[in-house]
């Protein structure tokens, strides 16, 4: 009970009832500010409440919004969805054509299926599998290609090989450039690492470890040049 209509002040029309009031026509209009100070429901029929004169956005009955603007974003001001804080997704994200992340991209698993492109260094803090074939390729005329293995300060750089699945040591090969200079081909045939050829990078001398052997089937021959600078070629046993 209590219900009742009463002029709230000049202009003003209110509608008073003691716990609800219940409009039904076929359609409700409303041409001024519409203001609830509570929570508003939303429902039909249907099960899709429509909001927008050409269903410009619509909720069905199992919570699927949808917005029907085919607005592009060019920027994070732009597009059919402006959201000015950030966004939860707990499950999966399908994106149609680009994806453009001003900041940092932080993923925890990476998986792709087409080519990268890549403007900028690529800088990765932990290992680097690959099961294919990595190329350098595509360079214009005057480019040099180039791999760079850069230790940290006092530590030595590697280049490991393992032919066959490394299914024995004797597949196993590393160049080592050594804090100091010295260039070096180890092997893992021993059990552990051995260093079978080094150069010294002051005076590029070559140490073997082993025996040098010249084998041809027709003919070999060893040469020994003192070069142009007129200094002894000597051959020492």
Known sequence: ??????????????????????????????NGTFDASGAVGLASSSGVTTIG????????????????????????????VIIDGGVGIAKKLYVGTDLDV???????????DGAVDMAS??????????????????????E???????AGSGANAYLIMEADNSED???????????????????????????????AHTTGNATFAGDVIIQN???????VDAGASGGNASVHL
């Open 53 to 80: 004169s050409s269903n410009g956005l619509t909720v069905s009955a199992a919570g699927v919004l949808t917005v029907n603007s085919a607005t592009d974003a060019t920027n994070s001001t732009s597009g059919s």
């Open 144 to 150: 040099d290609g180039e791999i760079s293995i850069k």
């Open 169 to 199: 040591n004797n597949d196993t090969w590393k160049f080592q450039a050594t804090d100091g200079g010295t260039f070096s081909l180890y092997t893992l045939g021993g059990g552990s690492w051995a260093s079978i050829l080094d150069f």
């Open 217 to 223: 089937s027709s003919s070999s021959n060893l040469y």
């Open 121 to 142: 260094t690529l800088t990765v803090a932990g290992n680097v599998e690959c099961k294919g074939v990595v190329q350098i390729k595509n360079l214009d005329a005057s």
């Open 1 to 30: 009970g209590g219900e009742y209509i009463y002029s709230v002040s000049d202009g003003t029309l209110g509608i008073a009832a003691g716990s609800e009031i219940d409009l039904t026509a076929t359609a409700i209009d409303v």
């Open 102 to 112: 001003d900041g940092t991209a932080n993923l925890d698993v990476v998986d792709i």
